[in-house]
């Protein structure tokens, strides 16, 4: 509509989102949910305000935008040649993000109460991080350390809520036994039978 | 110091302080945190509005003190003859208070992300929860569910734990097969001996 010249699509848009988003998590890491505004996150990005404003409308845009961009990695569980030790793994990465400082998965958790959006996100990029793991639950069928048709999700979330309760939760100091306590603990009851589909349940139509 | 008759401390002081928590846990489940004023409560409780601010003087005053409130009872986990029934009975009862509409305790949960005052006094409560709940595991050990030196609290938390995920930061709409799941993944582990101190890992001084 306007005669003056258009931006290249690639580069300066995915330029400013990187620059953006950027901004996002340190604003979020250092100052918290309450303190995050757009003109914050515009000033220190050093993308026009009025940009930022177009693109992403709100806090809860940018938290949106910020969350699904973590879903756009290719990111894979570390493959250890065992259940227990594939779970560990992932603890270890959890309770890492979760007690570095400044923790954005903290904060994004800390969002998530305020902001239905931030939410809706934070849902999203876990269900997308329990799909990833399936592999660690079908890698240990294969090797005949589980049935076939175990709950991958609920093995996941057995494995992982400790980590979330404990640090995130309680505000218990971390551990550096936790992440292999927790991850020991599914590992055996998966290994009883816990998650076996149709022992015991009937499954959903 | 004044000449005006003092109130029985007794009577008037217990009256106030139940209406007043009254007010707290009907302001926090209708309207959140976020609405969350002393005068909103004062109004609300009946109580006079400059007692309220010298007794609680502010709005992590009043969570603290709703909070303590909830160790005064005399709650007891159900005693059902196995651990795994104390386990779902336990579950059952934290999904109903997650879940029903108002939930205080969702409420409690997502103030204590903007409050370190309403965040200890969550704490204090968790601790005390699980200290009570010691006795489950007590019971199981002298059953022979489980061998002495058992980790309570490690246990209870894996029981539990998945619960609040799901419910609380996860959003997963209840499902009623969850206590149970939760609480018989964490007797299975239980039996395979991973809350077992001593055995693999090695105890803190």
Redesign the interface.
């Known amino acids: 509509m306007s005669s003056t010249p258009q931006p290249r699509p690639g580069g300066r848009t995915a330029r400013n989102r990187a620059q953006v988003l950027a901004a996002v998590s340190a604003e979020l890491a250092e100052n918290g949910y ?1 303190a995050l505004t757009v003109d914050a996150v515009a000033a220190r990005s050093g993308v026009h305000r009025t940009t930022v404003y177009r693109r992403w409308r709100d806090v809860g845009g940018l938290l949106t935008d910020l969350l699904d961009s973590t879903s756009d990695d290719d990111w894979q569980p570390a493959d250890t040649g065992s259940l227990r030790g594939d779970l560990t793994a992932l603890n270890q990465e959890i309770q890492t993000s979760l007690t570095e400082h400044p923790s954005i998965a903290t904060a994004l ?2 969002a ?3 902001s239905e959006e931030a ?1 809706r996100a ?2 999203r990029l ?1 269900e997308d991080r329990y799909e990833r793991c399936g592999i660690v639950v079908d890698r240990a069928v294969q090797r005949g350390e589980l049935e076939a048709g175990t709950d991958a999700r ?1 093995l996941l ?2 494995a ?3 980590l ?3 640090l ?4 218990t100091p971390p551990d550096p ?1 936790l992440p292999a ?2 991850a ?3 590992a ?2 998966a ?5 076996a589909r149709g022992s015991g ?1 009937v499954e959903g139509e």
Chains 1, 2 share one sequence.
């Open positions: 309450d958790i800390a998530s109460f305020r939410a934070l849902r876990w609920a979330i057995a992982t809520a400790p979330y309760h404990q995130v939760l309680l505000g036994e306590q927790a020991g603990t599914a055996l009851a290994a009883a039978g816990a998650f349940q």
